[in-house]
T-cell receptor, first 113, second 117 residues
């Protein structure tokens, strides 16, 4: 069966500090991978998606970047965090032919102070 | 651009009653998918139901059914026989990527459902 991991689960960082959130998927190969952000009381906003190693597409201009160094690893980064980067970050995967729905990880709750 | 609208910030329903959560969408894509996810207070996203834009019948999954009205661009979720454990945030989402391999999802702002005994 497939599982998706995210770490850390929670993170408190000062403004201006760097960020690295990691997502890994087990039990599947060649998945599409996605990063979403959920601000407090809001829906999920698609930030980045990747259809393969080294292939990153950005949905919205922002202070964040993403990388996919391995097939089942997706990393969300920032060089200098802003207050507005606070939120709940969710990683998800989908693969054509494996059903219609995306599968989500447990999320990382980021607070920037 | 895709736009998903959920006009009900909060809904209340008594246990064992049915409830309808509204969702409208706007897209110019001819082929798309519609989804509903449940998010309990723990934050996990739980897939509930899917409807393809060319599906002839409304989707059903146990107590969940999707009332799909393509001409009105609406995809309301109906939960029958509500249970206390149904209390959660519910999100409607759309993927414009049917027929492609991108699989992107765009979400509404959600409806907080509270089931009371």
């Amino acid at each position: 069966s497939q599982t998706i991991h995210q770490w850390p689960a929670t993170l408190v960082q000062p403004v201006g500090s760097p960020l690295s959130l990691e997502c890994t998927v087990e039990g599947t190969s060649n998945p599409n991978l996605y990063w979403y952000r959920q601000a407090a009381g809001r829906g999920l906003q698609l930030l980045f998606y990747s259809v393969g190693i080294g292939q990153i597409s950005s949905e919205v201009p922002q202070n964040l970047s993403a990388s996919r160094p391995q097939d089942r690893q997706f990393i969300l980064s920032s060089k200098k965090l802003l207050l507005s980067d606070s939120g709940f970050y969710l990683c998800a995967w989908w693969r054509e032919g494996r059903g219609n729905e995306q599968f989500f990880g447990p999320g990382t709750r980021l607070t920037v102070l | 651009a895709q736009k998903i609208t959920q006009t009900q910030p909060g809904m209340f329903v008594q246990e064992k009653e049915a409830v309808t959560l509204d969702c409208t969408y706007d897209t110019s894509d001819p082929s798309y998918g519609l989804f509903w996810y449940k998010q309990p207070s723990s934050g996990e996203m739980i897939f509930l139901i899917y409807q393809g834009s060319y599906d002839q019948q409304n989707a059903t999954e146990g107590r969940y059914s999707l009332n799909f009205q393509k001409a009105r661009k609406s995809a309301n979720l109906v939960i029958s026989a509500s249970q206390l454990g149904d209390s959660a945030m519910y999100f409607c989402a759309m993927s414009p990527d049917r027929g492609s391999t991108l699989g992107r999802l765009y979400f509404g702002r959600g409806t907080q459902l509270t089931v009371w005994p």
